[in-house]
């Protein structure tokens, strides 16, 4: 067994998240985390909402409420989408919370007590109309390095080259156009070139494990040729307090700074709830647990770079030394695993466009499954991938419909009319034990393929298993035994079938927990076969430090139910009723009135 943390990346709380949103972060972690639990590792999956940032304020102007209105908005809209989802949290929180303010307080000064963090006098961008810091995200010019029109003032998506709002050539605010005035201002940095011989090698022995996905090496090591001090506070009143200048009001920790640390404070966190105040220890201290981090490409920097920075400079392990604070010293990340982009067709998903499908809108029309099994399938793992709404309606109806849940209906419907209930097996013919011999052997090509986070693949194994099984039937066609004579071999057959419909539900289950829980009903199964998370509202751990809840709302779930990931012989004299379908058969008219809702 062993500890394995999936530290998944926080939604921002600017509004609910669209399906290009899970796609990155949602499906693909969770998918890993049910088969790690299953394969017997002790997992512990947290995260939570990003809360904090200049956009933040930005949107309540907009919207004419004070941030804090804002935030509890669209977490509890983002905390009811992902538990919808199957999300099988430990712990989703927030970043607005005392623990949280606590945590990130703490890894700061340890950080510049270590030497890491150097005052330094810089330029911030202002909007001349209205006074206020511009975010460097919302700031677009000309980037200085590779000439791309819309880099932004954080970065250039373009060449991936980490920029100041005063690198870029004829910059221009996103808020309004206008161009933004700079004025001096004292910040704290990180000072990442005191880091960067500790970062590079620890990038290349991850390198060495040849586990990463190479677009993500390859990417990080490349920014750590241009690497440079970045400001950690920031020019604004909402965002966590800058040990040392409490009395300077309008300077906040950076959102980014702050909500990487979440991983950590989740698990803290989590580890208090729970009663056990140090057991968080046993993922983040001990050098043999694993951690494995989940999110788009848009947010590799921040995990690949200034992430494990910040834990190297807590740890007093770059260029000036130090000691690591109470927090002992931290692991870093086993594995980046970064997605590539779901575009909407040939499109970006962008809200402001009016390009986007929201998760909980998706989960209300086509429940959640179909979702997570079209991610899985065909979604952006190593490359960008276009959701369409006819390849989505042709996947859900010719794979999970005609594929998965014709042989859980067919199998389930001959059961129940012969027997009523799974028959006992007679003596094996050669034929079923070959179909037997295919489905076990799906628990080791499967799961090397989700534990090597190729799930594109892993799935597309676990259907061309289903449609063995498929074809067992179609060969050994028990609907024509009729005959008394030829009962024992039905049962047989029909014995053999619902072990292979059993067995293949569990190499599905990671991908598509809910309908595992539906097959193993209709399989006579009792009581849930995969643990699926809940919503609670808790009380805030310290009410008098942080953004100034009393409770709020996180998802949470008991796992140590999750089944073994192996055949499981199935239970003779279970009952069989006459089954309903476990997967919903589109009409090809979905495609136009999805169409036509977007607008299309």
């Not at 998918?31 to 997992?43: C, K, L, W």
């Not at 950590?264 to 140090?278: N, Q, T």
Request: net charge negative; hydrophobic share 35%.
């Amino acid at each position: 067994m062993t500890r394995v943390l999936s530290a998944v990346a926080w939604p921002y709380t600017n509004g609910p998240r669209h399906i290009g949103h899970v796609a990155g972060f949602g499906v693909p972690s969770d998918v890993f985390s049910r088969f790690m639990r299953m394969a017997g590792h002790d997992v512990l999956m947290v995260s939570g909402t990003d809360e904090h940032g200049t956009p933040i304020l930005v949107l309540a102007d907009n919207e004419g409420v004070p941030a804090r209105e804002l935030v509890d908005k669209y977490n509890q809209v983002i905390v009811d989408d992902l538990c919808g989802l199957g999300l099988s949290y430990d712990l989703f929180t927030r970043t607005t919370t005392g623990n949280h303010y606590a945590v990130v307080q703490e890894m700061f000064e340890t950080c510049r007590r270590n030497g890491y963090m150097v005052e330094e006098t810089t330029k911030t961008a202002i909007s001349p109309s209205t006074g206020r810091t511009l975010p460097d995200r919302y700031i677009e010019g000309t980037c200085p390095i590779c000439k791309y029109a819309g880099a932004r003032g954080d970065q250039c998506d373009n060449c991936g080259n980490q920029l100041d709002p005063t690198d870029l050539i004829d910059p221009k605010s996103r808020i309004n156009g206008e161009t933004p005035q700079f004025i001096d201002t004292q910040h704290w940095f990180l000072d990442l070139p005191a880091l960067a011989d500790a970062l590079g090698e620890w990038l290349d022995q991850r390198e060495a494990t040849g586990l990463w996905r190479p677009n993500v090496i390859k990417f990080s090591q490349n920014i750590l040729k241009e690497i440079r001090p970045r400001a950690m506070t920031r020019d604004i009143d909402w965002g966590i307090p800058v040990p040392g200048w409490e009395d300077q009001p309008t300077k906040r920790l950076y959102v980014w700074f702050d909500a990487v640390i979440g991983y950590l404070s989740a698990s803290i966190e989590w580890a208090r709830r729970l009663g056990e105040p140090d057991k968080w220890r046993e993922w983040w201290n001990d050098g043999d647990a694993e951690s494995y981090y989940f999110m788009g490409k848009d947010n590799i920097v921040f995990h690949s770079q200034i992430w494990p920075a910040e834990l190297l400079a807590y740890n007093g392990q770059g260029s000036r030394g130090g000691d690591a604070g109470t927090f002992g010293s931290l692991n870093l990340p086993t594995e980046v695993v970064s997605s590539e982009f779901l575009t909407f067709g040939d499109s970006q998903f962008s809200t402001s466009r009016g390009n986007v499908i929201y998760v909980g809108d998706f989960l209300a029309r086509y429940g959640p499954d179909a979702l997570r099994y079209y991610i899985c399938a065909a979604g952006p793992e190593t490359s960008d991938a276009a959701f369409t709404w006819a390849d989505f309606v042709t996947r859900n109806n010719s794979e999970l419909v005609a594929g998965w849940g014709n042989l859980v209906n067919r199998t389930a419907t001959m059961i129940a009319k012969s027997f009523g209930e799974i028959p006992p097996a007679g003596a094996l013919e050669e034929v079923d034990e070959q179909v037997l011999a295919t489905v076990r052997g799906g628990f080791d090509t499967v799961g090397g393929l989700v534990e090597k986070h190729r799930l594109r693949a892993a799935i597309a194994e676990a259907m061309r298993v289903v449609g063995e099984v498929n074809k067992y039937l179609t060969v050994t066609e028990p609907y024509k035994m009729k005959d008394e004579s030829q009962r024992e071999r039905l049962g047989t057959v029909l014995h053999v079938a619902a072990q292979c419909v059993s067995d293949c539900n569990t190499l599905l289950s990671p991908f598509l927990p809910h309908s595992a829980n539906k097959v193993h009903a209709v399989l006579g199964g009792e009581g849930e076969f995969m643990p699926m998370p809940r919503v609670e509202q808790v009380d805030e751990l310290e009410p008098g430090n942080g953004a100034g809840h009393t409770s709020y709302s996180i998802i949470t779930g008991e796992y140590t139910g999750t089944p073994a990931w192996e055949s499981r012989p199935v239970t003779v004299g279970a009952k069989v009723d006459k089954p309903t379908p476990v997967f919903t058969k589109l009409d090809p008219s979905v495609v136009e009135e999805e169409l036509a809702r977007a607008g299309a």
